[in-house]
């Protein structure tokens, strides 16, 4: 890693800072809309999940602009953008961990956690609603070996004709 002056880390170590602070406010939004997300979801309000999807894009897309600033950075460093290199040069501004850097830093790395457990949550979720509705399909087309019925008493009866509920 480069060797800075006094005032040169000092800048260096607050443009981290502010890189950091607005990488966590594009990181708190995304957050809301991962959110919002798994509500439109979960709920099947698939009209408003179009808007929040939209959103979701825009804010993506800023977070991505957002991370060339931190990667500008490092290179100036001579570090390469990565989880062990952000903390190294964390680690070289503040060895104790005891400043706001090391507190934004804490703040930013546990956004992008909570974000990809939302995100993955989120894809469980879409690929279980793709498989339900690929089910119903084949269920509606007729394609389901054993459709089954209930009689009145609420017994299981086999059908043994395959008719398609309907054409799809």
């Not at 594009?26 to 999807?53: F, G, I, P, V, W």
């Not at 019925?149 to 086999?158: E, L």
């Amino acid at each position: 890693m480069a060797t800075i002056s006094g005032s040169g880390k000092t800048a260096a170590r607050l443009r981290l800072i502010k890189i950091l602070h607005q990488g966590a406010e594009l990181l708190m939004q995304l957050k809301t809309y991962l959110e919002e997300e798994r509500n439109h979801l979960e709920n099947n309000n698939y009209d408003t999940l179009h808007l929040c999807s939209q959103n979701k894009q825009t804010c993506l897309t800023l977070i991505t602009q957002h991370e060339t600033g931190l990667n500008d950075l490092l290179q100036e460093q001579q570090l390469s953008l990565g989880k062990t290199e952000i903390k190294q040069l964390i680690h070289s501004y503040d060895p104790d961990n005891k400043t706001q850097l090391s507190a934004i830093a804490q703040r930013y790395e546990t956004l992008l956690i909570q974000c990809n457990d939302l995100n993955s949550i989120n894809g469980r979720i879409i690929q279980k609603s793709q498989l339900n509705a690929a089910t119903l399909l084949n269920l509606i087309k007729g394609a389901v070996k054993q459709n089954e019925t209930y009689t009145r008493q609420g017994k299981t009866r086999s059908n043994p004709e395959n008719k398609p509920i309907a054409k799809a």
